[in-house]
């Protein structure tokens, strides 16, 4: 079965401060991995995705994240964090189900994010 | 916008009753899906449907079936809820063919007591 590993499960930061979280996940085939992202109080959202290509993907709100197949690595970054950042954060990767066509994502356990001001 | 309704932002039900959740996609998805989440687990996957009337079990299952008897709706049921299925629930769907994102509602938390 497939997995994903999430390094942290809480961060906490300052605002300006850089980020970086970790995921790495198990899967050996070609993938489709995922970051979403859950502010307090609202449903999850896509942030970025990667499918094939350019290996550095660029998302919403300033987030980036780089695949580094050799590592079985798809780790999030932002430069400088914001207040508005608090939030919880999962990887996510295709979960390789058979039938249809159809894949549940498989998640990591996220990684809470604290931004103090 | 892709917009994916769950009946309930909050039930609380009693042990042994049977509880239907609901969830309506309006962009005509194939896929459909859902979870639960739970503090330190992440979202881990119940079941899922790729087609009207066509199921198929996720990595928890146990204690849960659905149905699918429309396209946009998909609906998880306990048929005898118990305290450890205390959770929030969270119904996703996406278009079909390749793998693309999946678009979440809102949530549903229920509680057993």
């Known amino acids: 079965a497939q997995s994903v590993s999430q390094h942290n499960h809480h961060v906490i930061l300052s605002e300006a401060a850089s980020l970086e979280l970790g995921c790495n996940y198990s899967?050996?085939?070609?993938?489709?991995l995922f970051w979403y992202v859950q502010y307090p109080g609202q449903h999850l959202q896509l942030l970025l995705k990667y499918f094939s290509g350019d290996p550095l993907v660029k998302g919403i709100k300033g987030f980036e994240a780089e695949f580094i197949k050799s590592k079985f690595s798809f780790n999030l970054r932002k430069p400088s964090v914001q207040w508005s950042d608090t939030a919880e954060y999962f990887c996510?990767?295709?979960?390789?189900?058979?039938?249809?066509?159809?894949?549940?994502?498989?998640f990591g356990k996220g990684t809470h994010l604290i931004i103090q001001p | 916008d892709v917009k994916v309704t769950q009946s309930s932002r909050y039930l609380v039900k009693r042990t042994g009753e049977k509880v239907f959740l609901e969830c309506v996609q309006d962009m005509d998805h194939e896929n459909m899906f859902w979870y639960r989440q739970d503090p330190g687990l992440g979202l881990r996957l119940i079941y899922f449907s790729y087609d009207v009337k066509m199921k198929e079990k996720g990595d928890i299952p146990e204690g849960y079936s659905v149905s699918r008897e429309k396209k946009e709706r998909f609906s998880l049921i306990l048929e005898s809820a118990s305290t450890n299925q205390t959770s929030m629930y969270l119904c996703?769907?996406?278009?079909?063919?390749?793998?693309?994102?999946?678009?979440f509602g809102q949530g549903t938390r229920l509680t057993v007591v």
């Open positions: 899967y050996g085939g070609t993938v489709n």
């Open positions: 996510a990767v295709t979960g390789g189900y058979s039938g249809g066509g159809a894949d549940g994502l498989t």
């Open positions: 996703a769907s996406n278009p079909g063919g390749r793998v693309t994102e999946a678009f």
